[in-house]
């Protein structure tokens, strides 16, 4: 089946450093990718949409500058957390979908636990 | 997209079948019911999904009133490593963002 893969699956960082996670689709060219985030206990919420080659569109509330969304290729998107702070330490998720593979299925990545100290 | 309703938690016995069910009374004709597991501290991983017909794969099978209001999901042997959090979704095609509700959180008990 269609894996995505993350990477780092965990970070720790200090207060006001900025850190990437990358997100992979690695057996098929994704479409669309997703990014959501995850506090304790808590649903996932979808932070921004990011299609190849375009601009990532962010859900309200999200500040696009903070979390900045590359997807140059149609296999790799990342998300860099500029300017960290504790209140972004989040379980943060990735997905991928293709029209090729099924229009019907998302495919989740493992995620990415980030502490910010 | 239309709102799902699902009990916070239930358990189940191993090696039992889990019922789970989901109320989606503002489902449109043209809107899927996905459902998704996610294991604690991984990413969501896809079940099943379904339009009007009941649909089964090797992970579990998914029965919808004819009325499409409400759903079931059923684990036909549940084992330990079915204890996830198990998620409702209505969306037009899962290549649309995908909007998580609170999900029932199951426990699978020996």
């Known amino acids: 089946g269609a894996v995505v893969s993350q990477h780092p699956s965990r970070v720790i960082c200090k207060s006001g450093t900025s850190v990437k996670i990358e997100c992979r689709s690695l057996d098929f060219q994704a479409t669309t990718m997703f990014w959501y985030r995850q506090f304790p206990k808590q649903s996932l919420m979808l932070m921004a949409t990011?299609?190849?080659?375009?601009?990532?569109?962010?859900e309200q509330g999200v500040e696009k500058d903070k979390f900045l969304i590359n997807h140059a290729s149609l296999t790799l998107s990342t998300l860099t957390v500029t300017s960290a702070h504790p209140e972004d330490s989040s379980f943060y998720i990735c997905s991928a979908t293709s029209l090729a593979v099924s229009k019907d299925t998302q495919y989740f990545g493992p995620g990415t636990r980030l502490t910010v100290l | 997209d239309a709102k799902t309703t699902q009990p916070p938690s239930m358990d189940c016995a191993e090696g039992r079948a889990a019922n789970l069910p989901c109320n989606h009374s503002?489902?449109?004709?043209?809107?899927?019911v996905y459902w998704y597991r996610q294991i604690h501290s991984q990413g969501p991983q896809y079940i099943i999904h379904?339009?009007?017909n009941n649909e089964t794969n090797e992970m579990a099978s998914l029965i919808i009133t004819e009325d499409r209001k409400s759903s079931t999901l059923i684990l036909p042997h549940a084992t330990l490593r079915d204890t996830a959090v198990y998620y409702c979704?209505?969306?037009?095609?899962?290549?649309?963002?995908?909007?998580f509700g609170g999900g029932t959180r199951v426990l699978v008990k020996p």
């Open positions: 503002t489902i449109s004709g043209n809107e899927y």
């Open positions: 379904g339009l009007k």
């Open positions: 979704i209505v969306d037009k095609a899962a290549g649309n963002k995908l909007t």
């Open positions: 990011s299609n190849e080659g375009s601009k990532a569109t962010y």
